[in-house]
């Protein structure tokens, strides 16, 4: 079954750090781009961060240079390192696979989502 | 970076049409996609490209797009469409992206 699994969310006090891992199945992750999105409570869609399959990277400005996104072909998992957190980052984080064709990119897979609490 | 504009909420009564609007410069280079969420539940794209829908996707929906602005069409409306909707583009550097603020349709 082609899927995404989240996991490493929880409770986290400001200034802490927290690594989400995405694990795979049904494709390998370094072949897609590979964004993580994340939601505040009661609020919209933010785009976090990618990873293309050449390992370019780019983040929001939002958490640029706090956050770290990765990959593991070995494990076929997806990481986003978050550092240096504060309230604001408390959100549902969610990883999606990207496809492109002409002119056009978008996410066509997603977990369900670890959620991350900032607060102390 | 660069934002995308929509309409905070609609409504559309049961069996009628409805149209979202997406607007953002990078919409004159780049198409939209488009995704659908429900309470608790994660986003679930609808449409991408020119005029794509994922396979298990209703052909009631429908893209479209001109200039700066894309559209999200909804053919008769059914009960289970209530949802936000969000759309998506590269942003106008072609590295990152970005979402609209969403849509909240109602289905009266």
């Known amino acids: 079954e082609v899927q995404l699994v989240e996991s490493g969310g929880g409770l986290i006090q400001p200034g802490g750090s927290l690594r989400l891992s995405c694990a795979a199945s049904g494709f390998t992750v370094s072949s897609n781009y590979m964004s993580w999105v994340r939601q505040a409570p009661g609020k919209g869609l933010e785009w976090v961060s990618v990873?293309?399959?050449?390992?370019?990277?780019y983040y929001a400005d939002s958490v640029k240079g706090r956050f770290t996104i990765s990959r593991d072909s070995s494990k076929n998992t997806l990481y986003l390192q978050m550092n240096s957190l504060r309230a604001e980052d408390t959100a549902m984080y969610y990883c999606?696979?990207?496809?492109?064709?002409?002119?056009?990119?978008?996410?066509?897979?997603w977990g369900r989502g670890t959620l991350v609490t900032v607060s102390s | 970076s660069s934002e995308l504009t929509q309409d905070p909420a609609v409504s559309v009564a049961l069996g009628q049409t409805v149209r979202i609007t997406c607007q953002g410069d990078s919409l004159r280079n780049f198409y939209a996609s488009w995704y659908q969420q429900k309470p608790g539940q994660a986003p679930a794209l609808v449409i991408y490209g020119k005029n794509n829908r994922p396979s298990g996707i209703p052909d009631r929906f429908s893209g479209s797009s001109s200039g700066n602005t894309a559209s999200l069409t909804i053919t008769g409306a059914q009960a289970e469409d209530e949802a936000d909707y969000y759309c998506n583009s590269r942003d106008s550097s072609g590295n990152a992206y970005v979402f609209g603020a969403g849509t909240k349709v109602t289905v009266l």
């Open positions: 990873i293309y399959s050449g390992s370019s990277t």
């Open positions: 999606a696979r990207g496809e492109h064709r002409t002119n056009s990119w978008y996410f066509d897979l």
